[in-house]
């Protein structure tokens, strides 16, 4: 089923068609007249050179009409291989439509209501026959019900027309699009915007990226490099400073060789505070049970301290670099 954007906002359409898969554009002059453009041959000419097919309206209330104005454009500079004459359905739009054919003209008839206007168009030799599905709907019609009909004509006549699928207003009008076998729809901006998109799909890929990044980057990636150690002969409230200066929840406490005495963190702190009172406060650190902290070398992958979180439920690991203490790493680090 081809695919074309419905508009004539120019930002959009240069967005949409970076895309590279698009089959073309269809506009309207009504989306030029929202968009304030005045020199509406200007703009033609500049869409034509941005989509791979360009449809665009040939208006007039004759045959002749018609047929002069869709000569008219095509001499601004159009390649008639390239771009689609829309033509409002009428006797006289299909008479207009049969010429252009047989003069190599690509024709969209379009503002289709019934089968009858179809089967018009169809006889006429359109290239696209054009329903509107949603217009049609705001009425209470059952326009899903004419788009059947419509491919069901094609492909029991033989008609070389095919059948467009338009006034989309969601991306259900997509999937009925697809369920009854149309041969192109045009879609606006904002719903083709959410076609590819679906909860449990970015779930999914929200893992892999996760599962990915733990197996492929390391501690030293990711740690916070704030080496929060302190002196185990400091005292609970310096190391509260500490921890708060820092903003971690924890600090490693270490020997004057610099090797790792403990850790100390802030659910210790409410633990002694609730047994001792803020007495506790001025005691030192070193008067404390030796508490040996799990730690993680900054060279293991992410994957390995997520085992030693799940493993110790702990939320703070102490990152080492030969031994020695050179920093944390938070479990929201791995977020």
Request: hydrophobic fraction near 40%; include cysteine.
């Amino acid at each position: 089923m081809e695919l074309y954007l419905d508009s004539a906002n120019l930002p959009e359409i240069e967005n949409a068609f970076k895309l590279g898969f698009l089959t073309g554009l269809t506009t309207t002059p009504t989306f030029m007249h929202r968009e304030g453009y005045n020199d509406v041959d200007s703009i033609i000419l500049k869409l034509s050179k941005i989509v791979p097919i360009l449809q665009i309206e040939a208006l007039g209330r004759t045959s002749d009409e018609i047929i002069s104005e869709a000569h008219r454009q095509n001499d601004l500079g159009l390649d008639k291989n390239k771009t689609v004459y829309k033509i409002p359905v009428s006797l006289e739009g299909a008479k207009a439509c049969h010429i252009l054919r047989s003069e190599g003209y690509m024709v969209n008839m379009h503002l289709i209501y019934t089968i009858q206007q179809a089967y018009i168009a169809m006889q006429a030799g359109a290239t696209y026959v054009c329903p509107l599905v949603g217009r049609l709907q705001d009425q209470g019609h059952d326009a899903l019900s004419l788009v059947e009909q419509c491919v069901n004509a094609v492909n029991k006549y033989g008609y070389p027309s095919k059948i467009m699928f338009s006034s989309v207003r969601n991306p259900e009008h997509v999937r009925n699009a697809l369920n009854i076998g149309c041969h192109t729809i045009t879609v606006p901006w904002k719903v083709l915007q959410l076609l590819p998109q679906n909860n449990f799909t970015t779930l999914g890929t929200e893992q892999f990226f996760e599962d990915t990044r733990l197996m492929t980057m390391k501690v030293k990636d990711v740690y916070r490099t704030e080496n929060a150690c302190i002196s185990f002969n400091s005292t609970i409230n310096e190391a509260l400073v500490k921890m708060t200066l820092s903003k971690l929840g924890a600090v490693t406490v270490v020997k004057e060789d610099g090797n790792i005495y403990g850790v100390f963190t802030d659910g210790d702190l409410r633990r002694l505070v609730e047994k001792e009172g803020d007495s506790v406060l001025t005691k030192k650190l070193s008067q404390l049970p030796e508490k040996q902290p799990v730690t993680i070398d900054k060279e293991a992958y992410l994957i390995d301290s997520s085992k030693l979180f799940k493993q110790y439920k702990i939320d703070t690991l102490v990152v080492t670099s030969d031994g020695k203490p050179c920093g944390m790493l938070d479990i929201q680090d791995l977020l």
